[in-house]
């Protein structure tokens, strides 16, 4: 089944992400992602309007589309999913990121990491975080970036949540394919033939890993205003399976049609002919 969210910006107003979060909600969207950037003033924490999303509206799962791992220490972050997946009754899911924007991180107070070290932390950061959130007594994890000295592990979130990565670098690839639930790639930064090259490439690394490649979740974020041929291609051929629409019109407007349009379009496409492609 294919998936359609919103891309909501968090701009530091006292009301209106949480009216649009709640538009989307009635009008049936499976996802809100909220991109995080801690070091833009104009905007709201991504966490802290993750979790007010979360407790007003009923049905919509919510993610960081996607989380700065070097500003979110991963057993921090690991509790604070757990807790509100529990709150929200099992609609979280956790996008990450190995950082961008790395003037900003440092300016912030956070490390400044050149591109092997970041996929390095990236692979230990997923390790951590699933520790976190086993039934172990205690954990213990010694890592290049992160340590765990027999901690105590909990709560359990609500459901498995998947940990999806925003990368496009092979090597990154590979990692979603290993040890990763998703890829959340952005429409622009990958064109078409990229998506397909990515997902082979996740693919190939997944059934090295002796795991199911169909296992993991492919999300487009959609940067502008695709129509449903578009999507449904993207879909049937380039093998996404869920897609986050950003903001390219005014928001309310877009949310409708969106919704009334070109979500129901893109479903009657993709019966009429093969579906998402698989693996």
């Known amino acids: 089944m294919v998936r359609f969210g919103y891309f909501l910006t968090p701009e530091a107003d006292p ?83 190995a950082g961008a924007f790395w003037d900003a991180i440092v300016a912030m107070g956070g490390p400044r990491r050149g591109p092997g070290e970041s996929i390095r932390a990236l692979e230990e950061a997923i ?32 459901h498995p949540i998947g940990i999806w990565l925003g990368v496009y670098k092979p090597r990154a690839l590979a990692l979603v394919g290993r040890l990763a639930d998703g890829w959340v790639p952005s429409l622009g930064y990958a064109t078409p033939e990229a998506l397909t090259e990515g997902n082979r490439r996740i693919d190939e690394a997944a059934r090295q890993a002796g795991r199911d490649p169909s296992s993991i979740r492919r999300i487009l974020n959609v940067m502008d205003s695709p129509g449903p041929e578009l999507l449904a291609e993207l879909a049937a051929e380039r093998g996404m399976d869920t897609f986050v629409f950003a903001q390219a019109e005014e928001p309310d407007t877009q949310l409708r049609r969106l919704a009334s349009e070109v979500i129901p379009r893109t479903r009657d496409l993709l019966s009429a002919g093969a579906g998402p492609a698989s693996p």
């Open 15 to 97: 009301t209106r992400p949480l009216e649009l979060a709640r538009l989307a909600d009635e009008l049936g969207f499976d996802l809100i992602g909220v991109q995080d950037h801690p070091y833009q003033r104009r905007f709201h924490d991504t966490w802290t309007l993750l979790t007010a999303i979360a407790v007003t509206t009923h049905q919509v799962s919510v993610f960081p589309d996607v989380a700065s791992l070097p500003m979110r220490p991963p057993a921090m972050l690991a509790k604070a999913a757990a807790t509100l997946d529990l709150l929200s009754g099992g609609r979280l899911e956790l996008g990450l990121g």
């Open 127 to 158: 390790q951590v975080i699933r520790l976190m959130w086993s039934e172990q007594p205690a954990v213990r994890f010694s890592g290049e970036f992160y340590q765990l000295s027999g901690v105590r592990p909990g709560p359990r979130p609500a």
